[in-house]
């Protein structure tokens, strides 16, 4: 550890600090010290989380001793004790009892730190248990989704009804685990663990038996730290929900690229007449229900609305759907009818909801869903859907009755409406039966929000005292911080740390046979662009050595290039310098593809791999891809919103009208171009991770030689961008550099990295894949295979793997068939080699943190001599639990299992993957 002084407070960093981690923290610092807000961009790869924590943690350290030196100097002259009982008193009267009160008493702020995802979350706890601060109190907040471990509220099929299936218990006070949390959170195993991921808390609340979910947001009360992501923090409907407040803290947004998107959509939503319907049947099933006695009788205490509140309640609904379904909608029909903000308040009018009325609204409302949640009987056991998203609009829509907020939203929102078009009934779907699931005539109501102020009005009037946003591309950052509406007085926008022998960046305008790439929509449909453009891949893969990543701008265009390079054999041609793995769509199969690319990169006996991806799309941010995982980046053109879009003409003529009374606003024409080059730049920062990485970036379309274009692109890697004079040229550079730093640069430690991807609470369960690795049997899950079944892929049912090649007598794409014979299947009479023990015992090495790697060896051995399964099965669980990617070497134990514990064995792996 060392430590450095910075504007007076002394920080402690793992090691030396580089001169851009020193000036980043240096902000951090100034923020805190003056309560002023913030923009900070610093590159990936620069240390940038580990700065932010250890800067802002050092200053909290400092302020906590500030207070304590404090207390002494009053104390000089009378009583110690006598002055910290009335000073508690005082605290008490005033504030409360929490530590988070008192620290509001005396000035020390919380700090809430929020990012995209929780596996970023996760990664931001795992830096901060490396610092000197990681004594610090710090807990996540999670959804319950993530964190319940209630056995009967597990076997509930989807998000919304394991909420519900919640909530209901805890409100009968049947959920035993939730009765334990108030008990439990003074117990010692939960006071002396300083920081608390969610794995953590899982992990414990299933042994002491109480609710991680609940503690959590116990937990929060003193902590010093609180992650969170986004939207928990942004919406103040979920903020309200979990209870977090934010008067004196500090909230600082990592990864904040998507910030103004992410306010702008917390500040929209969508309604449609079908969605109407729904409130209206849920509101009349409830009215037949107290009416026939079927489900509750009315003298039940449960009941807290009357039938005249549900007459009044189906009555405007009625109304509102009625005002809907008139509203006239110009042809064409897809670009729909457009109003300004305010005639949201119009609609609403004549359904007789204004201001004077709605609160009360909103509380039968809520009363009409809790009673559907808590119904035991009937077709709507725990539904309440419609209601719940037509709720939703009312909160945004009155959120403030003020002549100058209606004013903003005229000029910031528009309301557009289009034709609900009808989706035929699948047969499963509850509302209606051989009809049609959405209204015929009915009308999409979208109340878009183009002002990303809003969202962060609302959490700046939350009595917040400073905002730090940060990331690795946020520049521009004039009209980041105009969008924003911040009063922001400290920015920066750091250089890289890496040196120039460790990036190559180049542009080629034209194939190796002479044909321009441009990507542009007039030429996308280009057969000899196409052709072009896999034939300067195929090139390029034969000299990037291990893992080579390709974005496309759209997933229309990766599937068209790819079926023309099949038809042409270059797909046949490519995956033969490299197994091709291809970005599905689907949340189950992605990280079994990712992992799978993984393990694919660290088997000496091939030649790497490549993973093709679209901008903005699941790869191109906050994934691993350090060292050999990403030798390179290429980009084959620029991913421009859809041009023709409502949402996007219209998010154009808002940023136009607000240039002009705002000159530091940009352009509709330049947020445009900014959209495309904001994912070209997040893309390009998966190839360097670290100080010691390096890699090559190749800008496949023309149009990035354009100053225009250029001058949007990360600030570290606009001066390293090189135009090729022609294709030779770019080859031998590229073959140059790779040369070079293979001799020079220092090489990369040995591990294989088969890791979680980043993923939104709603992807955090996706399931992980089985790698074949040496001698042992990882079988493959067929989620893996990518689009059209075009990348390697096997089934979980034979060891027979699909791959494409070219045929070499017509040069088409032929599908080969190779069997792999496992080790479960091979003859074993004697056991396991020594050797297979070993390259097992590698693999599992390189997978596992240290920790868990530990506790993995001891409990095998531990089995070795006890011969206890049980024993076993329960150290498994505790390693394994919620690491869902790399649950693979579970099965890689089969072999080591004795033979009365096999089908025991057969049943966990069965259940565990």
Excluded at 88 to 104: A, N, R, W
Excluded at 217 to 238: C, G, H, Q, S, T
Excluded at 579 to 590: D, G, L, M, W
Excluded at 798 to 810: F, G, L
Aim: hydrophobic fraction near 35%.
């Amino acid at each position: 550890m060392t430590t450095v002084t910075l504007r007076g407070i002394p920080v402690t960093f793992p090691f030396e600090p580089y001169e851009i981690q020193k000036e980043y923290m240096e902000k951090v610092i100034e923020c805190l010290q003056n309560q002023t807000n913030g923009v900070l961009e610093s590159p990936t790869g620069t240390g940038k989380t580990l700065s932010l924590l250890c800067a802002s943690l050092a200053w909290i350290t400092a302020k906590k001793a500030q207070c304590q030196a404090q207390y002494r100097t009053m104390t000089v002259g009378g009583g110690e004790d006598d002055f910290l009982k009335s000073l508690q008193e005082d605290i008490d009267q005033k504030v409360g009892t929490s530590k988070q009160s008192t620290d509001t008493y005396f000035g020390v702020p919380t700090i809430i730190y929020a990012s995209r995802t929780h596996s970023q979350l996760a990664q931001a706890m795992q830096e901060l248990k490396r610092t000197a601060y990681a004594h610090v109190k710090a807990v996540v907040i999670g959804s319950r989704e993530q964190m319940c471990i209630h056995p009967e509220v597990l076997k509930e099929e989807n998000n919304f009804a394991k909420v519900n299936m919640c909530r209901l218990k805890v409100r009968s006070k049947s959920c035993h685990f939730n009765l334990r949390v108030e008990k439990m959170k003074s117990h010692p195993c939960v006071t002396e663990s300083p920081i608390m991921d969610i794995e953590d808390l899982i992990s414990m609340g299933k042994s002491k038996g109480f609710c991680p979910y609940y503690m959590s947001k116990e937990l929060k009360e003193e902590a010093d730290v609180v992650f969170m992501p986004y939207n928990y923090l942004i919406d103040p409907r979920v903020r309200n929900t979990i209870g977090v407040e934010l008067i004196n803290c500090i909230v600082i947004l990592d990864e904040a690229h998507n910030i103004e998107r992410i306010c702008e959509e917390s500040a929209s939503k969508q309604i449609t007449s079908t969605d109407i319907t729904l409130c209206i049947e849920e509101v009349t099933e409830v009215m037949k229900a107290l009416t026939e006695g079927s489900i509750l009788d009315m003298t039940d205490e449960s009941v807290d609305f009357s039938a005249e509140d549900l007459c009044t309640l189906k009555q405007m609904l009625l109304d509102f759907e009625k005002v809907l379904d008139n509203i006239e909608v110009k042809l064409p029909l897809a670009n729909g009818t457009t109003f300004d903000g305010d005639y949201i308040f119009e609609i609403f009018k004549k359904a007789g909801i204004g201001f004077e009325n709605v609160v009360v609204l909103e509380n039968t409302i809520d009363k009409v869903v809790q009673f559907l949640q808590t119904t035991q009987n009937g077709p709507f056991q725990r539904k309440g859907t419609g209601l719940e998203t037509f709720v939703a609009l009312l909160r945004i829509v009155f959120i403030e009755n003020q002549d100058q907020f209606k004013a903003k939203m005229k000029k910031c929102y528009k309301v557009h409406i289009t034709v609900e078009e009808p989706k035929r009934n699948t047969g499963n779907d509850w509302l209606s039966k051989g009809q049609f699931t959405k209204k015929v005539g009915g009308r999409v109501l979208n109340f878009w929000c183009f002002s990303p102020g809003f969202g962060m009005r609302l959490l700046m009037g939350s009595g917040v005292k400073c905002i730090i946003l940060t990331s690795g591309t946020l520049a521009p950052l004039k009209p980041l911080i105009s969008e924003l509406e911040l009063n922001v007085q400290v920015r920066l926008e750091n250089p890289h740390i890496i040196k120039d022998n460790q990036i190559v960046v180049k542009i080629l305008n034209k194939g190796p046979d002479g044909v321009e790439l441009n990507s542009s929509f007039q030429n996308r449909d280009n057969p000899a662009y196409i052709s072009s453009l896999g034939r300067t891949i195929l090139n390029l893969s034969r000299i990037i050595p291990n893992g080579l990543l390709i974005f496309f701008p759209s997933y229309p265009i990766m599937q068209k290039c790819q079926l023309q390079w099949q038809e042409e054999g270059l797909w046949g041609n490519i995956s033969d310098q490299k197994a091709i793995y291809v970005e599905p769509k689907q949340k189950e199969a992605f990280t079994a593809a990712m992992n799978e690319y993984y393990a694919r990169i660290q088997n000496p006996e091939y030649k790497g791999a490549i993973f093709m991806g679209v901008c903005r799309g699941k790869i191109s941010e906050g994934l691993d891809f350090a060292d050999m995982n990403g030798r390179a980046v290429i980009l084959t053109g620029l991913p421009y919103p859809p041009l023709k879009d409502p949402k996007i003409v219209l998010k154009r003529q808002y940023l136009d009208i607000c240039r002009v009374d705002d000159r530091e606003f940009l352009s509709g024409d330049d947020w445009y171009s900014l959209e495309a080059t904001r994912a070209v730049n997040q893309a390009m920062g998966r190839v360097i991770r670290h100080r010691y990485d390096y890699g090559a970036i190749i800008l496949l379309d023309s149009r990035f030689s354009y100053g225009r274009i250029r001058s949007n692109l990360s600030l570290w890697l606009r001066e390293r961008i090189r135009l090729a004079n022609n294709f030779g040229e770019a080859i031998r550079d590229l073959r140059d550099f790779f040369r070079f730093a293979d001799a020079n640069l220092p090489a990369p430690k040995a591990k294989s990295r088969i890791t979680t991807v980043n993923t939104t609470p709603a992807e955090f369960e996706a399931t992980g894949t089985y790698s074949r690795r040496g001698n042992f049997d990882f079988s493959t899950s067929s989620a893996c295979s990518s689009i059209n079944d075009s990348s390697a892929s096997s089934s979980s049912s034979s060891n027979t793997v699909k791959i494409y090649s070219r045929d070499s007598n017509n040069g088409g794409v032929k599908r080969k068939r190779i069997t792999i014979v496992s080790a479960n299947n091979s003859p074993q009479k004697s056991g396991p080699k020594e050797t297979d023990i070993q390259q097992y015992i590698a693999v599992v090495r390189n997978t596992l943190e240290a920790q868990d790697f530990k506790a993995f060896v001891a409990a095998l051995k531990q089995y070795r001599d006890t011969e206890n399964f049980d024993d076993l099965i329960s150290q498994l669980d505790k390693i394994f639990l919620l690491k869902f990617s790399v649950r693979y070497v579970i099965q890689g134990l089969s072999p080591y299992i004795r033979e009365q514990h096999k089908s025991d064995f057969g049943k966990y792996w069965e259940r565990m993957r």
